[in-house]
């Protein structure tokens, strides 16, 4: 194990990990299984919220409005705890698993029985597993670390991708907050930088006047400018909280060292174009995914 890791390769470890663990948001397999436990499906959000926040158990509004930190607080409670009368928690997450079957079968056909993905599955369980160890001030990592391992392969994948991504998110929230950006303020420094046109924010519920309030506030700060284009300290900013998030995601990575950190890579590079190729993930995304 080295005690060094590039920060790059954390950053380009997430790039890889994070369509495997996003298009579950959009397969339609997914959207079957809401169905099946009598969630709406005319839109993504009613069990969007129910599938990411099942393994905190049955959440309150407000503990889901500040782990999941961009969404305004009124799309949270119009979702929750509702979403816990439609089915309770532990229902939702076995619900989960049986879309993610379906889905990455779906998706990678007779891959999923494959060596190759068991030997990602490993070492991707391998870093979640230290992630779990380290997840003190991470809540999402946490509950998703104290759920069972599945057995299949390919099941064991999606959770180690999820514990590690939701790890990296927490990180991310901690480095937002260092920063001095509140959930308004921190999408309108992302759309600032070009990370997503200013739409693709629109789902995460904030009204006109509370963005253009979050743009003034980060104008009198000299980071934006009026029509909200990042200035060079607003970039200088948002370059600082993507460098901390990736040093606070990278302890999973430096335990796995340079030589299985690479051969995850390798491993993942399949499963990655056919996520991708699924035709699933939009091309535009609030994660910044390809711009950060």
């Known amino acids: 194990m080295s005690d060094e890791i590039d920060l790059g390769r954390v950053r380009q470890l997430w790039h890889l ?12 397999e997914v959207s079957e299984e809401a169905a099946a436990l009598g969630y709406k499906t005319d839109e993504r959000w009613p069990s969007y919220f129910a599938w990411r926040a099942a393994p905190l158990g049955a959440a309150s509004a407000e503990l889901v409005t500040a782990t999941f930190y961009g969404f305004s ?13 439609v089915a309770a928690p532990e229902a939702v997450l076995a619900a989960r698993l049986r879309a993610v079957d379906r889905m990455y079968r779906a998706i990678l056909g007779e891959r999923v029985e494959g060596a190759e993905l068991a030997e990602a599955a490993a070492l991707a369980r391998r870093a979640a597993e230290t992630a779990a160890a380290g997840a003190a001030g991470r809540p999402l990592a946490a509950a998703n670390a104290a759920l069972p391992w599945p057995d299949a392969p390919h099941l064991a994948l999606w959770q180690a991708t999820t514990i590690l991504r939701e790890h990296r998110g ?13 959930p308004v303020e921190s999408l309108v420094s992302f759309a600032g930088i070009g990370a997503a046109p200013v739409e693709v924010f629109e789902s995460r519920g904030w009204s006109t006047g509370e963005w253009e309030a979050a743009r003034e506030r980060l104008a009198a700060r000299g980071l934006v400018d009026e029509a909200g284009a990042a200035t060079e300290a607003g970039r200088e900013l948002r370059a600082e909280v993507e460098r901390r998030t990736d040093e606070l995601a990278a302890a999973p990575w430096r335990e796995l060292g340079p030589d299985r950190l690479a051969r995850l ?3 993942l590079g399949d499963p990655w174009v056919a996520m991708l190729g699924s035709g699933l993930l939009p091309a535009q995304n609030t994660l910044g995914i390809g711009k950060v």
């Open 73 to 85: 607080p009124r799309v949270v409670r119009r979702h929750v705890p509702a979403a816990w009368e």
């Open 265 to 267: 890579s390798d491993l």
């Open 170 to 182: 927490d990180g991310h929230l901690a480095a937002l907050l260092t920063a001095g950006l509140d």
């Open 17 to 28: 990990l994070e369509p495997l663990h996003a298009v579950f948001y959009y397969a339609p």
